[in-house]
Nanobody, 128 residues
């Protein structure tokens, strides 16, 4: 599994960015795709996740209502649309992938250890 994240940059508070994660290397029909972020000096935290068929979508409370995760199956790409950005959203954002299992549809959050494949990070900086 190869994951290539892109789309990060510098944006003012209140602005928007769209991150992309291009996935390759296998068929992802039984996979869940996730976005995590890691701010300087902090642990990596869950942002959003979506199953490949979009049947299950989950957001961290801190981004609910502002971020939207989606998949373009034809392009094998996962997106994270980030609106109403705040300085606290500043972090390196990582995309991740792993197989769906029996817990997927009952989860209230994800942890980094739930994902076995990771892309490189893309830096998002939100200025105040």
């Amino acid at each position: 599994v190869q994951l290539q994240a892109s789309g990060g940059g510098l944006v003012q508070a209140g602005g928007s960015l769209r991150l992309s994660c291009a996935a390759s290397g296998r068929t992802f029909s039984n996979y869940v795709m996730g976005w995590f972020r890691q701010a300087p000096g902090k642990e990596r935290e869950f942002v959003a996740a979506i199953t490949w068929n979009s049947g299950s979508i989950l957001y961290a409370d801190s981004v609910k209502g502002r971020f939207t995760i989606s998949i373009d199956i034809a392009k094998n790409t996962v997106y994270l649309q980030m609106n109403s950005l705040i300085p606290e959203d500043t972090a390196v954002y990582f995309c991740a992938a792993d197989r769906v299992d029996y817990r997927t549809f009952y989860r209230t959050t994800y942890y980094p250890t739930d994902f076995g494949s990771w892309g490189q990070g893309t830096l998002v900086t939100v200025s105040s």
